[in-house]
């Protein structure tokens, strides 16, 4: 039974490299790993599986992301253009660029400006999508115990727990920003 799993997995891999048509009969996840300085790899990753790849895009069931991978997660459930993502990334860089000492400038206000384009590109029902399909991953600050998070009650929820993700120590500020009430942070200790 296994061996005739296998075998069609690799049956099937085999005709989509080819460019044959594949009918993918289980659930597809797709992960990407915690690191904001990948995120337009990540933009790149995505664009090329939109063009080369758009029925391996339709069969997502559940994508996996923190920090960086949880924006690029949330940009492919709201159907987010190349443009239109790296319009933001841009912006992103032009705003922490514009501070005289950059990422380390004491008047660098990362947080309230993700948090403002955020709220300002992701459509109002965003939480509804992403519920059961988004799988970010926060921290909690005291335990270090990492936790899964998959259920948004509404679109800020969601936007917490993206903040939480991306959440760097100094560079957002000097406590970390709340999920439901805790503190979760430190995606990269996970």
Do not use: W
Request: net charge positive; glycine share 8%; hydrophobic share 35%.
């Amino acid at each position: 039974m296994v061996e005739q799993q296998i075998k069609r997995r690799k049956y099937l891999l085999a005709h989509d490299i080819d460019g044959g048509l594949v009918d993918y009969d289980y659930p597809l996840s797709l992960c990407f790993s915690g690191c904001g300085f990948l995120i337009s790899y990540y933009i790149g990753v995505i664009s090329c599986f939109r063009e080369r790849a758009p029925h391996f895009i339709s069969n997502i069931h559940r994508i996996y992301g923190s920090s960086g991978g949880a924006l690029a997660g949330v940009t492919i459930i709201a159907g987010f253009s190349t443009e239109r993502m790296l319009k933001a990334t841009s912006g992103l860089l032009f705003y922490v660029t514009s501070k005289k000492f950059g990422l380390i400038d004491p008047f660098l206000k990362l947080e309230t400006y993700l948090r403002g384009v955020l709220r300002d590109e992701l459509p109002e029902d965003i939480h509804r999508l992403c519920t059961n399909r988004l799988f970010i991953n926060l921290t909690h600050f005291r335990s270090f115990k990492p936790k899964l998070v998959s259920e948004y009650h509404t679109k800020e929820d969601l936007i917490d727990a993206i903040i939480c993700s991306c959440y760097v120590p100094c560079i957002f500020g000097f406590f970390p920003p709340k999920f439901r009430g805790q503190a979760k942070s430190y995606e990269q200790y996970t």
